[in-house]
């Protein structure tokens, strides 16, 4: 992949701030700041032009660890503040930083909003299905049954796709990557700026502390090949170590098959179209899971479509345009006044 | 702040009823006016029936009307103007528009505004689309079709003529909702009138309720009051709402800030129409952003003032529980916010059409910790041009979160409105608020405001970060230090306090040295202003503050205060301002006039209630 | 259809409050309440048992008008005020009755965690496409382009569709109907309430004073019959005048067909699975719209699944089964204390 | 409520370090023994080496221990027990448990407890499984591969054996943060001790770096104090935190008031603990329901009181501005319900592991409206207990919010606690407020109390609903009219205040007649007291007033003031219950003693404040 981009003088140590930095050794916000830092230079966005807007949680102290300009705002409110930050100057890069809690729990509306609005924004999504900051809560997304401190006898709700609420949504830009993938976290990153419209990437992240390995067996070394389904636009949907296997449609199911097996052939196998509108295939991709399916990776969904911020711009230019008034003054003035004299 | 004297008309309102000869009119008009007389009002009214005799269906000539002038007392005459008209078709419209005060309420049958009735009472174009109805509060309710489907799910067998005669019944009972009144009378009426035929009173009963359930439920308010302008301060004038004024007041700080405009906001009444009337002037650049609740309609407005918009959010009294917490990141951040709280009665839902001023204490502490932010409270509708100006010149001036507090009285209620052009306003000195050099650090405060510099995204070289966490001084890292936090949380109290050097002196209307201070703030300006100034003219030894900055208050209202023996505060709560006085200036003794029924104070039951005070 | 249902003796009228109706006369509301009226003796609750919970919003004011037990809350908070009713106490048949405003705008995070979480509540979403009680701004399911109060220029979001975000959110019942069919409408009802679990109704209700005639395409006598996908489980997907259409999979599309034409015959067309616990095909009925495709009614997913609160009886059960202590003075005496003397 | 003498033992903690001889405790304690010197407090310290000289790794002969007992003034010894205990593996765990605190905090290194080491420490089971840690705050922090971590990234090229010798330093960072020390003087000793070798100081430091971070990043909060049983009380004690007691309290309420206990709450620190506690407890029957987010917290619990549970919702400081609609719908609806806040250093984020006392505002006036609810303070760890249960019993009893101020300090403090058992508690009057006959009316009220009746759905024939916006009087069908809303903000506020005829009268420590009356209010009731206490001793003229019944005051209170030449009001924050004394008995004079720093007071410094005021 790696999409054609812009690049300029920064590199990686110019987004590095100054600020110490404060997760636990092993944490996986570190490779993920990282991968960021590592994407920065490629968009090609002035350091002064890109804003890092977080809520609260661990993974929202993001933004003081950037070189660039920052809000670490309240619980749940990043992705309103983030809307705020947009409209408001629609040249800035805005990324927003947020965890399973901060995103789904408090903020899971503003979520939903801003994606089906498509105002152009990053989100970054740290999924380590717990409440880290807090010590350890379960979050939206741990598996039911979870024992966490909250839940000594183990969850007893079912809990969100992020993918599917997201399309649910009406998200035009979705994408799942591990934190043990620096390069390629950073290839997504560098589209999910490229694509105009909010771009939804969930991050499989590992919290050692209070959900330590719950990611293991899709993003651990041993188990990628098997369990990871890399998607590229275009390219069929192959996986495993030799990459001998592959996803077929079967009726209205996906099914996992092996080339040379049972007849399959290559051109049995589904070839990824993450621009197409209709979220049928996305959502049943989305849906993948262990054992029976690999886990889908990668740019699930990535479709063009205005975004709110163009057409407001519309709106006001067009506005200005055919107005009748070429101040305030003018506009006072206007309509029905009379004198006193 | 407009501080000339006032021909005040407070409490009375003209109303007319007009419609085809065939509707009714007659008969609705004088049934309101006769409960008004029961509700024992003043009341005047005026037949104004049409000139010919058989005038063609739909024409103007055939126009009937019926005003009526109605108030606690002093009506003298059916009133010149009115404040609102129902009018059942476009005739009925174009005869009587042009009596109608601007900013007055037009409620017309919207069923019978076809091609055909328009033309036929001489329209050029359809007047809901030309623009001629831009300056009057429109109601469009299809009144024929409605009063039809209350009757038709009766069964009663009625006609369609018959039932189409039961409409002036529905706007009957709409009018009746609107200003407060039961239906037991109109019922009455009713059954007595038909009583001969129980299928008609059935239908006439069921418009009737139909109409005042319709008010009800699309919540439509009475406005206010009305204050004529005073006739010797020469300029232009014209009506204006205090809702409306809070808009134009928004978009001339923008225009004088030279920021661009951002609105953050969900729908409340009465707060909607500040919304609704911004976002009807895109031309001006403003942004206007529905956002999917209150807390993203303030947090989307932080956001933008992070990114150097002038940024507010606008609500009542629900809507700004809510934004508690959000209103403390803002002043931790110590960025420029305005947020207008259009209040309503209370508790809980309360008493959503009605106007109250209990949201004070809220707005002064209703956020976690040590938050303290500038209340500001406009006194009449003109006056929310001015502190929406103010509101918005505080907040970048002195990088802080501002409340604006009007009620649902100023919003709804209209006066008349000296037109101000950009140039008289007071000048915006942002030059060093967003100007940074090298030793420049996002928490350093200039040293008469106390402050910090209004670094926005874009500006290079000046990159950082800020939150919600305690910050150190000056560099704005975050910090645990125990001294730190406390040496912060007083520097926030005092950029607050600060602001008392930027603006007026309190004044006192009457003798600044004598007997009782009324005190009184906000929405009831009018009419403590009136039952003051008669008792003035009745020889009694009072004068009257009226307070528009709250916090913080102006720096001599200690000093105002020891000039009189007695101070009582009245306001629409029960003594939230009297509480916050004895917080701020204990040494005072304070007493109160309140009132808490959803409605304003009157002249009367005011100079009683001072009266009393004064023979105690 | 009609499920079967244990009756009781109460009547339609015994749900009647003594409270006047104040909805604009010709509202779609009056419908939907003579329906649930009509409904309720069919469930076989005593009217002490069923509870209706709102919000605000004019539909929010349907709980006053019933002869139940009658919670009018506060603003989009109705599904967590109910999920409390419910879990407080599981033997009532508790009813959120909700608005496009009040359940998706400001409550639509309450909504998806209740979707998810399984509560056994029925909620009936009257959707108008309008904020009708604050006289008429825009809702999150307004249509782009709509000029309402708040948007003179017409709105610049994309809206939601219910139905695609509660299955996003893991709805296991989700209906569409038209408030201009009460016998349909209350069987739907009915089987909302049988339905274990959280049973999402949307209703397409007209709202006169403010959108009037916004479902007309759809619920209009004259259009009803070309217009609407009457779905029922387990029969073909069949519609139009001589019920000749039908809707028929192509790939990973739906579409219209007839009967008859170009060698389609009935065993093409689709035959309707609400239990299905794939969402895939409940999604692709749920997004079906004019003009290509007629709109699905009825209910598109019908799946059982165990309830939070059955989840959590369970687990209160177990505890005190296994528990060592018999009462709280036990408990307070057990463990580390020590006596003085 | 607990009014026993009590063995203060306050601002003073006892921390070991234990490892194995190898693992370097005597040299991470002394440092931080150095360190609490120089930040100029009084210490003890007590190295306790192993008694063989060569005892195999990882057995209990083996473990090594340093003690630290320092405080602001008056260590006399190192200490008998140990507040926090740092266990580097399981045979220190083993050797020092029995003379740690109960409550108190063991943070032990988790990768050390393999079933090898576990073993070799003679355990039988996993001390992490088995229950035994139940008593204590446990930490596991898996120190050895978070220091391994730590330290790899910087590629020093260090063998495993130099690096795992670091994670002394990784146990010295942790409590330094939970200390609110900073690193700076560990860093420089480092710097020091291995000057030579650039890369061991690079790595040490690393480790003491990141142990201080981890703490910081989990919000690691060090317990507030310690307060000993008296002695002379004979009874049955354990020791106990204010956040379990608050849970306690609240089963208590549920069991004797035969009520379903639920509670809707969302994490936040310093409360999350009670919701955590409570759910370990289902045995006892309760409803824990983890919501979304605060509002669906509290709005749960309102649907469960609605339904007829007794309805709990806890939270802090940010959390309660969230809820602020939503206690103004119970408030209207007139339901029970209780809202814990357990205070935090603010404004907005804030200090969240901090403590302070600046949420009383808030919970007084954070609604829209007049909306007035109950408020508490408990005043001690063991107090929560109490209070807790009786904000439950107010809440039924009356039929209202009442919300229950606690804070950090005493959340996380720990004390001992005098068991209760139920029969001992008052009784719950609830049976007039659940029963209801044919003449019953939803707002009809018990003419003592005025509170209305708990009618819960299931209840046959008294089917009615509630809502939001104002009620008529008694009926409680919603009603516009003016006087009626008046009558209805009166009969709550009226409602609130009855509370008072059902709560103690306010007492007095020390002469009731006198020159100084020192006022004070939930959790820094125990340094106040203290300070007090020895001022009494040296002969001054002092008493001291605690409050814990906020809202209403108890009755007497301006009897007990009047009795007073002087008031000063001493609190955690800038003044909000002297403001609110201000507004409730403005007759009376207020001085302030004020702290803002997200600690408690010290007695020292209240004792000095309290004698300039007495000097002046
Ligand atoms: C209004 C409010 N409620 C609750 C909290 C407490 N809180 C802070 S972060 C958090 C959840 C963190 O989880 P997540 O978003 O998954 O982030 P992580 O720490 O796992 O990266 C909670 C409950 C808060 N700070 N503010
Ligand atoms: C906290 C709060 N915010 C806003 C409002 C104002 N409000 C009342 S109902 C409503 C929207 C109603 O729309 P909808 O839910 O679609 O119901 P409808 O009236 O159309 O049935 C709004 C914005 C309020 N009452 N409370
Ligand atoms: S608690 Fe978990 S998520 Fe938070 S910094 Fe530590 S490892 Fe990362
Ligand atoms: S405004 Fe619309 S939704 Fe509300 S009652 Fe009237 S017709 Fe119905
Ligand atoms: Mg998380
Ligand atoms: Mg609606």
Known sequence: MGPEVKTCSLTKADFVSDQAVKWCPGCGDYSILSAVQTALPQIGKRREDIVFISGIGCSSRFPYYMSAYGFHTIHGRAAAIASGVKLANPDLSVWEITGDGDALAIGGNHLIHLLRRNIDLNILLFNNKIYGLTKGQFSPTSEEGSITKSSPHGTIEEPFLPGELAIGAKANFYARITDSSPKFMAEIFVAAELHKGTSLVEILQNCVIFNDGVHDAISSKEHREENQLVLQHGKPMLFGKDRKKGIRLNGLKLESVTIGENGIAENDILVHDAHNPDPTLHLMLVRMSLPELPVAIGIIRNVSNSTYEAKMKNQIDLAQTKSKYTSLNDFFKSGDVWEVK | ?616
């Open chain 2, 1 to 616: 702040m407009s501080d000339s004297k006032r021909n005040l008309e407070v409490e009375k309102v003209v109303i007319k009823f007009a419609g085809d000869s065939g509707d009714g009119m007659q008969l609705t008009g004088s049934q309101f006016g006769d409960e008004s007389g029961w509700l024992g009002n003043d009341i005047a009214t005026f037949p104004d029936y049409p000139a010919e005799i058989r005038a063609p269906v739909g024409t103007v000539a055939g126009v009937s009307g019926f005003q009526i002038h109605f108030g606690k007392s002093g009506i003298h005459s059916p009133g010149d103007i009115a404040d609102v008209l129902i009018a059942m078709n476009p005739a009925a419209l174009k005869a009587n528009l042009k009596s109608i005060r601007k900013q007055g309420i037009v409620i017309t049958d919207s069923d019978s505004f076809d091609q055909k009735s328009i033309e036929k009472a001489e329209y050029t174009s359809n007047p809901f689309e030309d623009g001629s109805l831009d300056d009057y509060e429109l109601i469009k309710v299809p009144i024929s079709s409605l009063t039809k489907k209350a009757i038709s799910s009766l069964e009663l067998g009625l006609d369609n003529k018959s039932v189409m005669r039961c409409k002036n019944l529905f706007a009957l009972g709409l009018v009746n909702c609107m200003f407060n009144r039961s239906l037991a009378q109109a019922e009455k009426f009713i059954s007595e009138k038909f009583k001969k035929d129980a299928a008609l009173v059935k239908a006439n009963i069921a418009a009737l309720n139909a109409g005042f359930n319709l008010a009800e439920t699309i919540e439509a308010i009475a406005f206010a009051f009305t204050v004529l302008p005073a006739s010797n301060e020469p300029g232009l004038y014209r009506n204006i709402t205090g809702n409306k004024a809070v808009a134009w007041g928004l978009m001339a700080a923008a225009e004088k800030s030279k920021r661009k405009l951002f609105l953050g906001s969900y729908p409340i009444t009465p707060a909607t129409d500040i919304m609704q009337e911004l976002v009807r002037h895109k031309w001006s650049g403003v942004k206007v952003f529905q956002a999917e609740d209150e807390i993203a309609g303030i947090c989307s407005a932080i956001g933008a003032s992070f990114a150097g918009n002038l940024a507010v959010t606008t609500t009542s009294g629900p809507g700004l529980a809510l934004k508690g917490e959000a209103i403390g990141l803002a002043m931790m951040t110590e960025l420029p916010l305005v947020i207008v709280n259009v209040q309503r009665g209370g508790p809980s839902t309360g008493l959503p059409t009605k106007t109250e001023q209990s949201d004070l204490m809220q707005a002064l502490y209703g956020r976690n910790g040590e938050s303290p932010v500038v209340v500001l409270a406009a006194g009449s509708p003109s006056d929310c041009f001015d502190y929406a100006f103010m509101a918005c010149k505080i907040a970048m001036e002195h990088m802080t979160p501002v409340i604006l507090l009007t009620d649902g009285y100023l919003g709804n209620g209209a006066e008349a409105w000296k037109v101000k052009t950009t140039d008289e306003l007071p000048e915006m000195n942002l030059s060093d608020v967003i100007s940074a050099d090298e030793t420049w650090k996002p928490y350093q405060r200039n040293v008469e405001t106390l402050a910090r510099k209004w670094v926005i995204p874009g500006m290079k070289g000046f990159e950082h970060r800020i939150g919600g966490l305690e910050k150190q001084d000056v560099s704005g890292n975050v910090s645990h230090d125990p001294a730190n936090h406390e040496h912060m949380v007083k520097l926030r109290a005092e950029k607050v306090k600060r602001v008392q050097e930027f603006i007026p002196m309190q004044k006192v209307k009457g003798k600044d040295k004598n007997d009782l201070l009324v005190v009184g703030w906000g929405g009831t300006y009018g009419t403590i202003y009136g039952a003051v100034n008669e008792l003035q003219k009745e020889g009694k030894n009072v004068a009257f503050a009226q307070f528009n900055y709250i916090h913080p208050l102006p720096k001599n209202t200690a000093e105002v205060f020891s000039k009189f023996k007695r101070i009582v505060v009245c306001e629409l709560n029960l003594g939230q301002f009297a509480s916050y006085l004895r917080i701020q200036l204990p040494e005072f003794k304070y007493s109160q006039i309140n009132k808490v029924q959803g409605q304003p104070f009157t002249i009367n039951e005011l100079k009683e209630d001072i009266n009393n005070i004064l023979s105690s």
